[in-house]
């Protein structure tokens, strides 16, 4: 079945806790946090204390991080201890890839690696092994509401066929511009078997309603 992630990019920033409640009861499998630095992307976004305010008010939620710095090594530990179950960082950082994935291993975190559109697929295959998630951007980073490029579609499918071939068994994760009507039946088609959708669950007029029709594909 597949599984949706719902980023907090697009709610209610006054009532965020409630938002999260809401989309968990409504049947959501974890929280998408996105982090922006101002400097990997060109907007700003929330950091730990805010995960932090949310682990306290949602304990047993999933926390799925994606981290769109420059620099995720120096804030792995502070992440983990805000209450992150995942960290998803960028193949397009500028950080040491096998270095950071260590340590977010280390303190016992799951770990993503996310590809922005113009980077191709097989640049997380040396990685493979370690990951949980592969996170392919349908967007470029940086802002909800933006229309999904088919590129993500082509990348999938490369990484299905490769997690196949490897015998490996990581999330293929898909984020921005995902909607259920349209493109989210594209991407599980192509292998995605983990959604994230910021504007079409937060943004809808039925919220629980966007969560169930994204679990009924
Ligand atoms: C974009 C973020 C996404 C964003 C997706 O840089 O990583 O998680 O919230 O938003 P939608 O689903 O509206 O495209
Ligand atoms: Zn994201």
Redesign the pocket.
């Known amino acids: 079945m597949v599984k949706l992630s719902p980023?907090v990019?697009?709610a209610d920033f006054a009532r965020l806790g409630a938002d999260c409640r809401e989309v968990m009861d409504a049947g959501a499998d974890m929280i998408?946090f996105?982090v922006m630095d101002g400097h990997f992307?060109d907007n700003l976004s929330f950091g730990l204390p805010v995960l932090e305010g949310l682990r306290k008010a949602l304990p047993d939620a999933y926390f799925d991080v994606?981290l769109?710095i420059t620099h995720p090594l120096q804030y792995v530990k502070r992440f983990v201890e805000a209450g992150a179950d995942c960290i998803t960082f960028h193949v397009e950082c500028a950080d040491d890839l096998g270095a950071t994935i260590a340590a977010i291993k280390a303190y016992g975190c799951k770990v993503g690696l996310s590809i922005k559109p113009d980077t191709p697929a097989e640049c997380v295959f040396p990685y493979l092994d370690d990951l949980s998630i592969v996170l392919v951007?349908g967007?470029q980073?940086?802002?909800?509401?933006?229309a999904f490029n088919p590129v993500a579609l082509k990348k999938l499918r490369k990484l299905r066929a490769e997690c196949k071939r490897r015998n490996l068994n990581p999330y293929l994760s898909v984020?921005?511009?995902?909607k259920a009507a349209t493109t989210a039946p594209q991407c599980v088609e192509a292998g995605a078997n983990l959604l994230?959708?910021?504007?079409?669950v937060f943004c809808a007029k039925d919220v629980a309603a966007a969560v169930k029709e994204f679990k009924a594909l």
């Open positions: 980023s990019l697009s998408h996105d992307v994606h769109m951007m967007v980073p940086g802002h909800g509401g933006q984020d921005g511009g995902v994230v959708a910021g504007s079409a």
